[in-house]
């Protein structure tokens, strides 16, 4: 069951990335068409292109961890066996979802704050700035689904 929920996860994560990415990539041509050939521009596009490259980031991120790709600081790993590094997998895995739910719970903090103190005209963007909770739960939760499942060889 656990399997089948990290699955659909990574499959729900994967469309949102690919989505954002494809709608940075028309967004940005059609920005380029309006700008060189109709002599225009729309300053809401970069704003929003800004944004869905943050998505993209942080996507990408959560996608990486879920495959046991992310970023790793694995210096000792040289001099410690298969059978240590196994048994420091869980105990850093829960160390890492403990500072990426942090990190959520701070993130939505600054959410809250953007959101109370922004200018009228300005808050149409506020929502792109969820992917930063959003982003650090999945994370967290991604570390959490290491921790408690098989490692793979």
């Known amino acids: 069951m656990l399997e089948r929920f990290e699955k ?20 940005s041509l059609f920005q380029i068409f309006t700008r060189n050939v109709l002599d225009f521009g729309y300053a809401e596009i970069e704003i929003i292109n800004r944004n869905l490259l943050i998505i ?18 694995d210096a000792l790993t040289v001099i410690m066996s298969e059978r240590q590094i196994s048994l420091l997998r869980c105990p850093l895995s829960l160390f890492s979802a403990i500072v990426c739910l942090m990190m ?38 991604h570390f959490l689904l290491i921790c408690f499942k098989k490692p793979r060889p």
Request: proline residues 4%; positive net charge; contains cysteine.
């Open 8 to 27: 659909n996860l990574v499959k729900v994560e994967s469309i949102i990335a690919a989505a954002s990415l494809f709608l940075l990539l028309a967004l």
């Open 56 to 73: 993209c980031g942080a996507m990408g991120a959560v996608l990486a961890t879920s495959k046991l790709r992310h970023i790793k600081i």
């Open 104 to 141: 959520s719970y701070y993130a939505g903090i600054f959410f809250m704050d953007e959101w109370q103190y922004a200018p009228a005209n300005e808050r149409w963007a506020l929502p792109f700035n969820l992917i930063y909770p959003f982003g650090f739960g999945l994370l967290s939760l």
